[in-house]
């Protein structure tokens, strides 16, 4: 059974950083693509930033040069290095697994969802 656990977020000051986490089970880190996405108050669930199974991660514009992706096999955990933030990331992030095909930051391409963690930034 495939189960994603998000934590690491919090409450964060402008130009800040944070880590989330997002530790998998049921499945093996790497073998398919996993993302982070975002989710604001009265806005769509937009994709953050994704990895794919060879390793190579990608950003949304909105957080390019900003936050970074990655994976640790061994732990079999996916992680988002946030840096810079700005209130305009406040937002409840999700983990997915699961990716099937096309986009890397569409949602609808990923079948496993975490519950989320919330991270709101302050100006």
């Known amino acids: 059974q495939v189960q994603l656990v998000e934590s690491g977020g919090g409450s964060v000051q402008s130009g800040g950083s944070l880590r989330i986490t997002c530790a998998a089970s049921?499945?093996?880190?790497?073998?398919?693509?996993m993302g982070w996405f975002r989710r604001a108050p009265g806005k769509e669930r937009e994709g953050v930033a994704a990895i794919d199974k060879y390793g190579v991660g990608i950003a949304a514009d909105a957080v390019q040069g900003r936050f970074t992706i990655s994976r640790d096999g061994a732990q079999n955990t996916l992680y988002l290095q946030m840096s810079n933030l700005k209130p305009e990331d406040t937002a409840m992030y999700y983990c997915?697994?699961?990716?099937?095909?096309?986009?890397?930051?569409?949602?609808?391409?990923?079948?496993?969802w975490g519950q989320g963690t919330q991270v709101t930034v302050s100006s």
């Open positions: 049921g499945f093996t880190v790497g073998r398919s693509g």
């Open positions: 997915a697994a699961g990716y099937s095909y096309g986009e890397y930051l569409d949602p609808a391409n990923y079948n496993y």
